[in-house]
Nanobody, 128 residues
Framework: QVQLVESGGGLVQAGGSLRLSCAAS????????MGWFRQAPGKEREFVAA????????YYADSVKGRFTISRDNAKNTVYLQMNSLKPEDTAVYSC?????????????????????WGQGTQVTVSP
């Protein structure tokens, strides 16, 4: 079983920055594909970003490309989401997710069903 715990959310003005962290349990973390998703009130959960097990490959939703950066530190069992130039439409609960199979497929990794483990999420609120 893998446990994921997010932190770093909060309230920020438009144009500001936040860095989210996701701490994972278990020594197998370094073999997982990791993803970030978000869910705004009344909307479906949507893909934000993903990173391969080595950190060598990343993939982003078009809505965050150029503003958000996903990274990981396998020595610390942690994945990060640096969010810059935040917009009010980025307001959502952000959750990290782990895919223990580790396969890098940009068609599948944007889908929630690809991920086996989920964190509880952290709220990000961007004011105008």
């Amino acid at each position: 079983q893998v446990q994921l715990v997010e932190s770093g959310g909060g309230l920020v003005q438009a144009g500001g920055s936040l860095r989210l962290s996701c701490a994972a349990s278990g020594r197998a973390f370094r073999r997982y594909v990791m993803g970030w998703f978000r869910q705004a009130p009344g909307k479906e959960r949507e893909f934000v970003a993903a990173i391969s097990w080595s950190g060598g490959s990343t993939y982003y939703a078009d809505s965050v490309k150029g503003r958000f950066t996903i990274s990981r530190d396998n020595a610390k069992n942690t994945v990060y989401l640096q969010m810059n130039s935040l917009k009010p439409e980025d307001t959502a609960v952000y959750s990290c997710a782990a895919d223990p199979l580790g396969a890098w497929n940009t068609i599948l990794l944007v889908t929630t069903s690809q991920y086996h483990y989920w964190g509880q999420g952290t709220q990000v609120t961007v004011s105008p």
